[in-house]
């Protein structure tokens, strides 16, 4: 028979361990704040994506971009996830969807990962994780590689394209 201490103690490990899993992508450079469809849709169409790209999407998070990227343009792409648990939902949410010729997720840190195949690098990280990021992507990304970030600018750089009212910005190596 479970004790009213052994049922508390559990509950609030629970909520910890809860608490930790909300808060912890936001350590290692964003915590997950799913992008609307809408804003998804925005922020492929500013990206002007094709068929021939290979997008990134770094935090990809449930795989919204990635799925909407292989479905809509029929292009290729790349999803890296930090959080295990968004990773296996991804990974779930590409097969459902039928898309998991064209897409896949890396589960790990974006920061480790090699980028240099990406002709679109997505993001919606933070201000402090774009700003970490700048020198990965400038010494990875070929040039006129576009990265489309939302909400969060890259300081120093001048957007190519941006959506004011949405914030949404994009960048070209090259231009930056």
């Known amino acids: 028979m479970i004790t ?5 103690l559990i509950i609030v490990a629970i909520a910890v ?19 609307s469809k809408i804003l998804v849709r925005k922020m492929l169409e500013i990206a002007e994506v094709n068929s021939e790209d290979i997008l990134y999407d770094l935090g990809s998070g449930d795989g919204r971009i990635i799925i909407e990227t292989a479905r809509k343009y029929n292009a290729n792409a790349v999803g ?8 296996i939902w991804s990974k779930l949410m590409i097969l459902l ?5 064209k897409v896949k997720v890396i589960w790990g840190n974006f920061f480790n990962k090699d980028l240099t195949s990406a002709t679109i690098v ?14 990965k992507l400038q ?9 489309v970030s939302y909400y969060w600018t890259f300081h120093e ?19 930056t």
């Open 80 to 87: 890296i996830e930090a959080d295990p648990l968004r990773y």
């Open 139 to 147: 010494n990875e990304l070929k040039p006129g590689t576009r990265i």
């Open 4 to 8: 009213i201490t052994t049922l508390l």
């Open 122 to 135: 997505t993001l919606f990280l933070s201000s402090k994780a774009n700003q970490q990021l700048k020198t």
């Open 17 to 35: 361990l809860f608490v930790f899993w909300v808060i912890w992508t936001d350590i290692i450079g964003a915590g997950w704040e799913p992008t």
């Open 157 to 175: 750089w001048e957007p190519v394209k941006e959506d004011r009212k949405d914030k949404i910005y994009m960048y070209i190596i090259g231009n």
């Open 97 to 101: 969807y039928g898309v998991n010729q």
